[in-house]
């Protein structure tokens, strides 16, 4: 076994291009996963808080749904079909509506781009400036949104804009919620840009956000922030685009991450785990209204994966009734707990909790104890990354299925790294805490 996992290595380092990443995080050759555990070929067992970047809401190889898969693979079941009618599509269609829209009173038009997040954002993008005759998107700070042309241009993050090659255009940023802590509300600051006839910003097609930024270091808007810049659009005849490609089924807590506020945005953007399974997979959600693509104006070769319909549509049993969302509120609260234990162990203002639901963390004073202690925390055992502008914030994102004592343990675990790793208090300041 050691040997093949050397050569398995080898290979890995001689072949794939040197843009791999998360393989040099994560220092092993991994074998087989369960829920919220994966080993590696020497059989070493690690309790996951990554969860495929969001892509395995309903943990690894979930059995529910690995049946249904499996089911449907031996009877012969379509597997590709473009985006033609199937058995498959149709199911999930139907369900989709029933368990999630329905009851949300939410109507949309459902669009199959190509399965991943950035199409999903493309799709949205095209299709606003299709609607509006208005080429501008406006977007903020800090924001992650894909990394193909058009989602990258409304990215933040500069090293992964410094990767398109070419100048990324037809966007202008905002200042997310809080940007400047609470010195100015960037709503307004947002109005009053777009009513100042000197400001040099036109009138947008769409506003594109993320209700709480994930890769941008776990930010959270407020509800108040979000139904306001919801009312801003609607006044200016600006489409609201949420991209819910990381934050929605579930992992702030509810199906959609802008339910809490209320709002109904034109566009939604979903993908990672809405396959159900980790399968490829990526909606866009459309407001009937808007719907005024030509057929095949936005197409793509892989748009019918049946597998991720099957998958999907069984995921979406989770739902039918409150027991998982109640079930998810407890868990966010366990881990809401423990980060503040943990920042309240440490010198004062060297970590601050952040996030929502089941996407928390602590964002650091000096960024680079993060990565040590997200290093820490994979010899330890434990998988999990880190998020924010300068890699600041560590990022607690375990499958929504982690059963509660793994989910204690993990967390056990990563606390025990972080005092191992912290900074030691000034002499005066442990002696008064004697």
């Known amino acids: 076994m050691h040997l093949h996992e050397k050569r398995t290595t080898s290979v890995i380092e001689e072949m794939e291009s040197e843009v791999r990443s998360y393989c040099r995080s994560f220092d092993a050759v991994f074998s087989r996963a369960s829920n919220a555990q994966i080993w590696d070929t020497e059989g070493k067992m690690y309790i996951d808080f990554f969860a ?41 269609l139907e369900k989709f509506n029933r368990i999630i829209l329905a009851p949300r009173e939410l109507s949309y038009k459902v669009m199959f781009p190509g399965p991943t997040g950035t199409n ?28 193909t042309l058009g989602s990258l241009a409304t990215t933040g993050n500069k090293f992964k804009r410094a990767g398109a090659g070419v100048p990324l255009s037809h966007t202008s940023f905002m200042p997310y919620d809080g940007f400047f802590g609470d010195k100015l509300d ?13 400001s040099g910003l036109e009138t947008p097609a769409a506003v594109l956000l993320e ?14 922030w979000l139904r306001r810049m919801e009312r801003v659009c609607r006044k200016h005849g600006i489409l609201l685009i949420v991209d ?61 994966n049946n597998l991720a319909f099957v998958a999907a549509s069984e995921a979406l049993d989770y739902w039918k009734d409150g027991q998982f969302e109640a079930e998810l509120a407890a868990k966010s609260q366990t881990i ?3 980060l503040l234990r943990m920042a309240a162990g440490l010198p004062a203002g060297e ?34 990354e880190t998020s924010g502008p300068s890699d600041e914030v560590v990022k607690v994102m375990p499958p929504l299925t982690i059963g509660e004592e793994q989910l204690r343990r993990g967390l056990d675990m990563l606390e025990g790294c972080i005092q191992e790793l912290a900074v030691p208090q000034p002499a005066a300041e442990a002696i008064a805490t004697v």
């Open 52 to 92: 495929g970047a969001g892509a395995l809401n309903y943990g690894h190889n979930n059995p529910q749904i690995r049946n249904k898969v499996v089911e449907y693979m031996l009877g012969d079941g379509v597997t590709h079909s473009l985006d033609m009618a199937t058995e498959a599509k149709e199911t999930f």
């Open 120 to 147: 999903a954002v493309e799709a949205a993008l095209k299709l606003a400036r299709k609607v509006t005759g208005r080429t501008d998107i406006v977007c903020f700070t800090n924001a992650f949104h894909g990394m």
């Open 186 to 198: 960037t709503v307004d600051f947002f109005e009053k840009m777009l009513e100042d006839g000197g």
């Open 211 to 224: 209700t709480l930024q994930g890769e941008g270091g776990l930010n959270v808007a407020s509800s108040d």
């Open 244 to 304: 819910d490609v990381q934050m929605g089924c579930g992992r702030t807590g509810t199906f959609f991450s802008f339910e809490e506020a209320g709002i109904s945005p034109d566009f939604v953007c979903l993908s990672k785990s809405i396959g159900g399974f980790g399968l490829p997979m990526a909606l866009t959600l459309i407001k009937p209204e808007y719907d005024a693509w030509m057929p095949g104006e936005h197409n793509g070769t892989f748009r019918g």
């Open 336 to 338: 809401r707990s423990s």
């Open 351 to 384: 970590a601050k909790p952040k996030g929502k639901g089941m996407i928390q963390g602590l964002a650091f004073r000096d960024a680079s104890r993060a990565a040590a202690i997200c290093q820490a925390a994979f010899q330890s055992g434990l998988i999990l």
